[in-house]
């Protein structure tokens, strides 16, 4: 009992002498970064997924491709390839690297060299050669360069020297430098694979990663802190921060009371965006994001193999409403699965329009006059394709119960949700896709396409040879307009056979403390804090202790 | 006390031997196959099955099921959680002690708060000053635990800013795991920020602890103020104040004491009680506890967490109570001569 009763002394005296000390606190605080975000990553090397949660913590905080995206108009720039060349025919790339690229230095790996040919090779081999000895450690499975069946399209990666790299490909594809852009290319250290060889830890190599990039991992504990320090010897300046700190908070409005009791500097996905907004220390911000929230049909289970229910459906559902309710106006009507701010976009494609009636004829049609019960899955976090899934479920819900189909709601824990769904257990769903990078493909091949559906992230399990032919011949084409006119077909086809009715474009929103500067959020692909830096909190601070100290010292001299 | 020991101690094996009994059965009952609910290997390829198969003897009758199943839960061997995939037994052991670190706290502010007013109450029994304290430990009893924890952060977190909503400590200090006792390992760890740690770690610890205090509080308050009255309406009261004692000396001598030993009886008791309350508490305020552990389990239907968890904390409540029936035995002679438990 006696030394709870000194605990108890201790903590209050502390806490007395908590004033005392504010200045290395601030020091501390000041040059760390805490980001509220909305998941757990499930692993640090995004080349073994396709979900925005791990990108965003992964990508451009641990890592750097050989190319990456610039400015407004989203040009590819240089990044650890200081330059490239691409032959006429378009089948060989070259690329030139950079040679003062250095790796993460941390307790487990310090690295001997700087970034060289081989630590290219060995990245883009773990993908494309089963052979490697990386191939099969974390499940084998390349989501994304499995959907753009990269493995196809490569035929060989080539060291020509130290800092040269050639990629052979067998045919040319338009696509190809904006899949290396994406935040999945990411460049691995050879030298760490070959340690973690030797130390028989392969499986480390994701887990306790080691890049490039502007921070490097310092500490991770599954569900609730992933600690970032960092990189000193960056090769571009190095970040203004020295911590950044990911303070996992899956629930809405844990990020919402972290972010106004200051616990968080910057939270992701925020709600009660007007409370925010009236706050003077907070700012929100939103981006335009190239992504598409959707409700899809698993067309291998019976009543969604018939084309005619998924058509009824589509006429079922009032998208402006879901439109009102659920993006609360902040987002656009999607009328397919490309968003009408792309090039690609065909502008002359019928609008879906909103027809119980015509809904009722088609079931019939279809030999469901009598309605018939399904499942539908709902998403249960946030994602910026859709804010609240199941409240867009249960509006779904009361539309369709006016056709006579009674909707059922089921939901689960995210991974297992995410899990579920690629082993086809479900009937319908919602979901959606954030683009990886600008190209019009990325909306075509990666959701819809054959291969997609063996690798899982085609979750409407809908393979039409037609559509896949149509998206190749796109990929292959250099000239624009006839690309062009090769999504217009996909988009159209999509449209009678509509495994997914799509739902909404909408924009991703951020709130941060006034005090962060720089940007985070980018239209695609993951966000990065390299740019970002807090000013300084000391001047104002100082100068509200001195008021307390004036007021505290006024009933004294009274 | 041999005896009592002994008596204890039986009872404690055979409380355990039900409890464990009760958890092997929920093996069963939760849906799935039972040798995948109590080892929690949702993923193992079908050669690992067979080898835990063999582990569970689950080809044998129940008996020996049974039998291995404690022998597992011996070796401190509780499975793997289905969500993670990670030991039970390890996060179990990471997330215990900050439970019990909170809940430590609660029960102190409990006290310190709950037995002085109790004490007050029973000495201005019937006026005015007693009406108050037991009019507002009625509301503090009646009021959820989980709206007054949100109210508290809206309270002190949003509006006043003065205290943080969430967690156990500011993310920005890196805190080694050592005891798992959050104040303990700031303690023991050479951080250059060890006090504005310590400090921190207090702030965060201040609100939850009040919220959880407050139920707690309320009952000692009531227990105190009635053993309170009790002792004061004895004859040895009665004999000090015709000898001529001063109140004072009356209280502090003698009173008190006297109605602590009663009361100390009843702390093991709302310790099951504040775990409780502390569950429900974590949630609200991210307190990384067994408590938002297992309802998170539960959420996911982590069936072997469950299990494996329930099992735990039922154990461990049911070490509290017997080690405050030790103290009490300690302090109290009387209570070692009962010849059958209570």
């Known amino acids: 009992m006696n030394n709870i009763k000194l605990t108890l002394i201790v903590c209050l005296a502390s806490l007395l002498t908590l004033g005392c000390s504010d200045e290395s606190i601030l020091s501390l605080s000041e040059h760390s970064v805490i980001y509220c975000a909305e998941g757990s990553p499930e692993t640090f090397n995004p080349q073994l997924v396709t979900s925005g949660t791990t990108i965003d913590a992964t990508s451009n905080q641990l890592y750097n491709r050989l190319i990456t995206y610039h400015g407004k108009d989203n040009a590819l720039t240089p990044a650890l390839a200081k330059s490239w060349h691409v032959t006429r025919d378009g089948k060989k790339i070259t690329f030139y690297l950079r040679k003062d690229v250095a790796f993460h230095q941390t307790d487990y790996f310090s690295a001997t060299r700087f970034l060289n040919a081989d630590d290219v090779v060995f990245s883009f081999n773990r993908i494309l050669n089963p052979q490697h000895p990386f191939h099969r450690v974390s499940g084998g499975s390349y989501p994304f360069f499995q959907n753009i069946a990269l493995s196809a399209l490569v035929e060989q990666v080539e060291k020509i020297n130290d800092y040269t790299i050639r990629f052979h490909l067998a045919h040319a594809d338009n696509s190809f430098l904006a899949n290396l852009a994406t935040d999945y290319a990411i460049i691995l250290s050879a030298e760490y694979g070959d340690q973690l060889v030797e130390q028989k830890l392969k499986a480390n190599i994701d887990t306790h990663p080691i890049g490039t990039g502007p921070f490097k991992l310092k500490e991770y504990r599954v569900g609730s802190v992933i600690r970032f320090y960092r990189h000193e010897q960056y090769w571009q300046p190095p970040a203004q921060i020295e911590q950044l700190v990911f303070d996992i908070t899956p629930s809405n409005t844990g990020r919402l009371t972290k972010l106004l009791a200051k616990e968080c500097d910057i939270s992701a996905y925020p709600i009660a965006h007007e409370k925010i907004k009236q706050r003077e220390d907070l700012t929100l911000e939103a981006v335009t994001a190239l992504n598409v929230g959707y409700f899809g049909f698993n067309v291998t289970k019976p009543p969604f193999n018939n084309k005619l229910v998924r058509q009824a459906l589509s006429y079922a559902i009032n998208k402006k409403v879901l439109l009102e309710a659920v993006y609360q106006g902040k987002a656009e009507l999607a009328n397919t699965v490309l968003p009408n701010s792309s090039w690609a976009y065909d502008k002359t494609l019928a609008r879906q329009e909103f027809n119980p009636a015509l809904a009722k004829s088609l079931l019939e049609v279809a030999g469901y006059s009598q309605g018939f019960s399904m499942d539908l899955w709902a998403m249960p976090v946030q994602r910026p394709y859709n804010p609240n899934a199941i409240t867009m479920a249960k509006l779904i819900q009361s539309d369709l119960k006016n056709i006579g189909i009674k909707v059922k709601i089921v939901s689960y824990e995210w991974n297992t949700f995410l899990h579920r769904l690629k082993l086809g257990e479900h009937q319908s769903f919602l979901l959606g896709w954030s683009a990886d990078h600008p190209d019009p493909d990325n909306f075509f091949s990666p959701m819809l396409s054959c291969s997609a559906t063996h690798t899982g992230s085609n979750r409407t399990f809908w393979c039409n040879e037609t559509y896949d032919d149509i998206i190749q011949k796109a990929l292959q084409t250099t000239n624009i307009s006839q690309r062009k006119k090769y999504y217009a077909q996909a988009m159209k086809l999509l449209a009678q056979e509509l495994p997914l009715i799509p739902i909404a474009h909408s924009k991703r929103y951020q709130a941060r403390v006034n005090s962060i500067k720089g940007d985070v959020l980018a239209p695609f692909g993951g966000i990065s804090f390299y740019q970002i830096s807090k000013t300084s909190l000391l001047g104002n601070k100082n100068q509200v202790n001195e008021v307390n100290q004036n007021n505290l010292l006024d009933p004294g001299e009274d | ?342």
């Not at chain 2, 291995?68 to 037994?89: C, D, P, T």
């Not at chain 2, 967690?167 to 050592?178: A, M």
């Not at chain 2, 005891?179 to 303990?184: A, E, K, L």
């Not at chain 2, 009361?263 to 307190?287: D, K």
């Open chain 2, 1 to 342: 006390m041999l005896v009592f020991t002994f008596r204890r101690l039986n009872l404690f094996l055979f409380t355990m031997l039900v409890l464990t009994l009760l958890s092997f059965s929920l093996s069963f009952l939760f849906p799935g196959d039972a040798i995948i609910n109590v080892s929690g290997a949702v993923n193992a390829t079908p050669t690992q099955l067979l080898s835990i198969r063999a582990a569970y003897q689950s080809d044998e009758n129940l008996f020996w099921q049974y039998i291995a199943y404690l022998q597992h839960i011996a070796n401190g061997e509780l499975g793997i959680s289905m969500a993670s995939q990670s030991q039970i037994s390890t996060e179990i052991l990471n997330l215990l002690p900050a439970t019990i670190e909170l809940s430590l706290v609660a029960l102190v502010i409990a006290m310190f708060v709950g037995i002085p007013l109790g004490f007050i109450a029973a000495i201005k029994h019937n006026k005015p000053a007693d009406n108050i304290i037991l009019s507002v430990s009625m509301l503090g009893y009646s009021i959820p635990v989980f709206w007054l924890g949100l109210l508290a952060i809206l309270t002190f977190s949003i509006n006043f800013g003065w205290l943080p909503s969430a967690g156990q400590i500011s993310l920005l200090f890196e805190i080694e795991l050592i005891t798992g006792i959050q104040f303990i390992d700031i303690l023991l760890s050479d951080s250059p920020y060890k006090w504005q740690a310590f400090g921190d770690a207090t702030a965060h610890i201040i609100l939850p602890a009040c919220v959880i205090a407050v139920a707690p509080a309320t009952i000692f308050i009531r227990l105190a103020r009635t053993s309170m009255i009790e002792v004061l309406g004895t004859s040895y009261i009665r004999a000090a104040r015709s000898k001529g004692l001063t109140f004072q000396q009356i209280i502090f001598r003698h009173a008190i004491r006297n109605a602590l030993i009663k009361i100390i009886r009843h702390v093991g008791l709302q310790f099951a009680n504040l775990v409780t309350i502390a569950m429900v508490t974590e949630v609200i305020f991210s307190w990384p506890g067994i408590g938002r552990w297992l309802i998170e389990s539960i959420y996911q239907r982590d069936y072997t967490a469950i299990q494996s968890g329930l099992l735990v904390l039922s154990c461990f409540i049911f070490v509290v109570h017997i080690l405050t029936d030790f103290i009490y035995a300690a302090l109290n002679p009387l209570a070692r001569g009962k010849k059958h438990g209570s």
